[in-house]
Structure formats: C-alpha cells, structure tokens
C-alpha cells in the first residue's frame, strides 16, 4: 500500500454527501450493466468496494448476499459505515483484502463479480482481472470498468505518481490547476462548469471534488483499449455481452472509464 494513492481517506469524506438521490443513481450505474434478474437472488461479490455505494446500492437492488472487499482500510471503514444503513436481512461480509489473495478457495464462486474502476490501479491489471475472472461460477457474470487506453496515459501516469507522493499543499495546488483547465475546456465548447458540477451527481451518484481528487491520484495506473480487454476475457472462456465505450479523444484532460459485462461460459469441472 505505499506505492498506492490512498483512496480510502477520500471515501470517508464522500459518504457523508451520500443521500437516497445518490443511492439511487448508484442503482441506475448497476444496472446499466447487469440486469435486475440476475441482481435479485444473486451471491454478489464486490472488488474494491471503496465508498461502499456500490455494495450498498446492490443490496437494495435485491442480491441475496454481499461480499465487499477492498486493500485499504480507511475503505474498508467508509464501506462499513455506509452499509451500516442496509437491510439486515441478508448476510454482508466485509473484507480488509487484496484481489491478489482472493481464491475460489477462500472466497468461493460469486453470480456476479462487480469492480468499477479499481483493477486498473493494482500495479498489475491483467492478473487482477484473471483473479476476478476466476470467482465467476460457471454462468455467472463479471462486471468491469477498466481506463480505456487513450494517447495521454503515459503522462496521466506520470502525473498520478506526483500527485500520491507530494504533500496536501502540493496536491491542492494540483487540484486547483486542474480544475481551472477542465472548466476552460468546458466553456471552450459551450459548456456551462456551474451545471456541470451541479448535474454530476448523476454519473453513478459520483461527487465532483471527491472525483477530482481520485483521478489525479489514481496510482498505480493502468490502462487498455476495449478489444484487448474483449480478447483477454475471451481466451478466459468468457463472453462480451455488452459494452460501452468511450469517445476517441486525446484524454489531456482525463482518460475515463469503458464499462463491460462479460458472461463466465467455462463449465464447471
């Protein structure tokens, strides 16, 4: 953990903007890649669980038990005491783990392996991703977002590793520049910044600070285009199912998430 940006003090401060109106746009985010049949019912597996929005939101959309695990203990402590306002009709285990430790073994087999925009930042994404994969049963579905490979990511890297090693002063500066040249890039084309931040809430029940925050210092940072990560979980025995990818640009001001949900097609031995 110290290569690793800490995203868990950042989490600690987001729950406390976390309302019904986020929850639900956490719910919406979900289900945009898995259907609500195959959420009720399920045994749900949550990789990265930061916030624990998304275990929470998973809950309420019906999945039958939740297992949330995350590296970081400060994320840990956010997911818990967010999900501290869950049902507590269904068994929920969280774990202070790394994917890198995480077996069927261990963990046993999940109907759906959810991690959005967290493998990319192990220091090994293509092994994280293979050990995710893993805890699919046979049928099961995984649900990834992973940064999609853009022109820009070899400075994105750069700047990421600056960022987790520098000082609170330091990295407000940062946070200052980098908001004074997004907003400059939304006026630029006829975008409102006050709108902007005011309908973020939107994006999966996301906060725009806090996000700010855990871009530019999401390190270790990986990236990859979309038919390298349908060819990877392919040879896994998985089928792409659906997708949504990300405009092509430059990504100077910012790479972003491609969401996909794969179905586990390997058979069980």
Known sequence: MSTHFGFGDNWK????????????????GILEMVDIGTLQGARFLDIGSGSGIHSLAALQLGVRELVAMDIDPASVEATSTLLARAPKDRPVDIREMSIFDATPENMGLFDVVYSWGVLHHTGAMWQAVEQAAKLVKPGGTLALALYQKRAACGLWTVEKRFYTRSGPRVRGLIRKLYKAAFF????????????????????RGMNFDNDIHDWLGGYPYESATCDETRDRLTAMGFTLVKSKRLKPTLGILGTGCAEYTFVNHVRAA
Not at 18 to 27: K, L, Q, S, W
């Open 13 to 28: 401060d987001y729950i406390h903007h976390v309302d019904a109106d986020i929850v639900a746009e956490a719910e919406a």
């Open 184 to 203: 400059a890039g939304l006026l630029a084309t006829g975008r409102s910044p006050a709108r902007y931040v005011r309908e973020y809430r939107t994006r």
